[in-house]
């Protein structure tokens, strides 16, 4: 995967997170909405704790990027 089309998908993800934990993307997602965009185990969580998973998930998938930017055989 080239650098840019890292760079890219990395933004698109970040969009994602970022617009459940800021832009009321949690609130959207409660319910069953959340078993199908997030994981199945989600269907019952309120939107505090999807907004909680948001932000755990979106600090690992930075991590990733940071570590994928300098370790390019580690992108997928």
């Known amino acids: 995967m080239e650098t840019g089309e ?3 998908l ?3 993800n970040s969009l994602f997170w970022k617009w ?3 832009w009321g993307g949690a609130r959207w ?3 069953w909405k959340s078993m199908v965009f997030l994981e199945w ?3 019952g969580w309120n939107a505090e704790q999807i907004r909680l ?3 755990v998930a ?3 998938s930075t991590l ?3 570590v994928g930017l300098f370790k390019p055989e580690w992108r997928f």
């Open 6 to 8: 890292f760079v890219a």
């Open 10 to 12: 990395y933004c698109l």
């Open 20 to 22: 459940i934990i800021s």
């Open 29 to 31: 997602l409660e319910g």
């Open 41 to 43: 185990f989600a269907w």
């Open 53 to 55: 998973y948001a932000l």
């Open 58 to 60: 979106w600090g690992f």
């Open 64 to 66: 990733f990027f940071v």
